[in-house]
């Protein structure tokens, strides 16, 4: 079993910048592929950015924008978000399992994390 816990979410202006942290526990972190996902009111889960042992991977919408990355020591994932838009704002969650992507969820989520962004 893994468990993951998001942290980071608020209010930010359009143009603002927040960093997103999942900490994750339980199974060898290393183990799995990670990655973000988001989900807005009145739509569908969509994926936003993992790491594979691929590589990176990024949505269309904030590829330039944002950034995964991953600290193996602190079992942490993060995920930076610059130049915020209003069509960011969703509950960002963070996922893992074997293989993380566009195509794939993960077996694992957290419980989310707020993100609005004001215009």
């Known amino acids: 079993q893994v468990q993951l816990v998001e942290s980071g979410g608020g209010l930010v202006q359009a143009g603002g910048s927040l960093r997103l942290s999942c900490a994750a526990s339980?199974?060898?972190?290393?183990?799995?592929?990670m990655g973000w996902f988001r989900q807005a009111p009145g739509k569908e889960r969509e994926f936003v950015a993992a790491?594979?042992?691929?590589?990176?991977s990024y949505a269309d919408s904030v590829k330039g924008r944002f950034t995964i990355s991953l600290d193996n020591a602190k079992n942490t994932v993060y995920l930076q978000m610059n130049s915020l838009k209003p069509e960011d704002t969703a509950v960002y969650y963070c996922?893992?399992?074997?293989?993380?992507?566009?195509?794939?969820?993960?077996?694992?989520w957290g419980q989310g994390t707020q993100v609005t962004v004001s215009s």
């Open positions: 790491i594979n042992w691929s590589g990176l």
């Open positions: 996922s893992c399992g074997p293989r993380v992507g566009a195509d794939r969820k993960g077996d694992y």
């Open positions: 339980g199974r060898t972190f290393s183990s799995y592929a």
